[in-house]
């Protein structure tokens, strides 16, 4: 049953001259002050979200980006400023990109993030996508053996700083604390993470792909999974959430069908399916020429992909007279020829939507968290209007997941009754 119904934006600014037949994605190099018209568009979004019942609205990190399509460096910055503006809403990261990050300095700014909000920033983790960001901030991404080694080591440093008082880590990445390193005339052997998170202790990261090592990661660390287009249609249940219910059940874990995933299904509402995706069609066009390249050309040939394509048709999508065909070259299809048979694209009327949503719901029934996300790059006063809409239409037929007048705790309000100690001091005596 839904009890969480989100909304997630990547963090665009309103782009012109969009399409194939418009701009090519790498002619538009934005001024400083249009680019930061994204935060405005945010926190029009949050004020709209905050008295409708919504749990959630996420953002995605990423950086270096002229072409103003994704905006947003630093979410624990983004979640403390919008919880001072709001109420009732909550602020997800998905996800921060773990790779890019020393693990550490995450740790401290999800901590401080959790505790001056009192737990309304929601924590997530990922890979990444692009090469520009990953590797010029010293991660590898066109290596995703080496993508995937490094994202499993800062995982592993970054849930020991969480969940142990004392601990140490000794990597190919890392010498924490170095072996040879004194403080206070000791030699350090492990350090401690302050602050640590006091309210929201939970985790989430895409599983999408369905690579099984990093399925069993997730599973080991009880990390929760956000699942893109989970197959709803048929009697079949998604192959994603059987691996994920499977890999927890090895760490003694038994959760039901859909327990601690997420459906991150996109959404359009219009009077009609053919209206809906008609709407929106220019916004696909420009996503799909934004998104071919990003993760550059991969030394790993089993990666397949958006990845996988020649420098020549790149070449090609770059330009209005043959981004159509190069496009379809490269594999496109027309929204409505993706949404017409998938109820998981949540294109149509309010009625089509909330069917969609309740085929969901019978299928994974220990599902409880829905993330909508608009077509990208949709304008952001589509984006305000769908939000109303959505609330207004198709939330009541979900009534367990309306969340309003919530209430959040304070476990700092009385510091006189604050526990100070982990251990009792030991003073030793002078020799």
Not at 9 to 22: A, K, M, N, Q
Not at 126 to 151: F, I
Not at 304 to 315: A, K, P, T
Request: glycine share 8%.
């Amino acid at each position: 049953m839904l009890k969480s119904i989100s909304w997630n934006f990547v963090g665009w600014v309103d782009l012109e001259d969009v399409g194939f037949e418009g701009t090519p994605i790498d002619a538009r190099h934005h001024t400083k002050e249009f680019l930061a018209t994204a935060y405005g568009s945010f926190e029009k979004m949050a004020r709209t979200m905050d008295p409708l019942g919504y749990d959630a609205l996420f953002a995605t990190e990423h950086h270096f980006q002229p072409e103003g399509i994704e905006v947003f460096p630093n979410l624990q910055l983004l979640g403390i400023h919008l919880a001072g503006i709001t109420k009732n809403l909550r602020f997800g990261t998905a996800v921060n990109i773990l790779p890019q990050w020393h693990p550490l300095r995450l740790a401290e700014d999800y901590a401080m993030a959790d505790i001056l909000t009192r737990g309304r920033v929601i924590f997530g983790v990922g890979r990444g996508t692009q090469t520009r960001e990953a590797e010029c901030l010293g991660a590898p991404m066109s290596d995703q053996r080496a993508n995937r080694a490094l994202m499993a080591d800062n995982l592993e440093l970054l849930m020991k700083a969480f969940n142990e008082e004392h601990f140490s880590h000794y990597s190919e990445n890392y010498n924490i604390p170095p072996r040879d390193s004194y403080y206070r005339g000791k030699l350090m052997d492990q350090i401690t993470l302050v602050p640590k998170p006091l309210y929201n202790k939970e985790i989430w990261q895409p599983i999408s792909t369905g690579n099984a090592q990093g399925v069993e990661l997730q599973a080991r660390y009880g990390i929760k999974g956000i699942h893109p287009l989970i197959k709803i249609d048929g009697d079949e249940i998604d192959p994603i959430c059987l691996m994920y219910q499977e890999a927890a059940r090895k760490f003694g874990k038994d959760l039901g069908v859909g327990e601690n995933m997420a459906a991150y299904l996109y959404c359009h509402m219009a009077e009609s399916r053919e209206k809906a995706t008609a709407e929106v069609e220019i916004f696909e066009e420009e996503s799909f020429k934004r998104q071919a390249g990003i993760g550059g050309l991969p030394t790993d040939p089993s990666f397949q992909g958006r990845f996988m394509h020649s420098v020549e048709d790149l070449m090609a999508l770059g330009h209005p007279s043959t981004a159509r065909a190069t496009a379809k070259k490269m594999g496109y299809k027309p929204l409505a020829e993706r949404a017409k048979d998938n109820s998981a694209l949540l294109y149509g009327t309010a009625d089509e939507i909330i069917a969609s949503l309740k085929r969901l719901e019978e299928k994974y029934p220990a599902l409880e968290t829905l993330i909508l996300h608009p077509p990208e790059l949709t304008h952001s006063g589509i984006m305000l209007e769908q939000m109303e809409r959505f609330a207004k239409e198709v939330m009541p037929a979900f009534p367990a997941a309306v969340q309003k007048d919530r209430v959040w705790p304070d476990l700092l309000a009385n510091p006189e009754k604050i526990e100070r100690y982990v251990y009792e001091p030991v003073v030793e005596a002078a020799e």
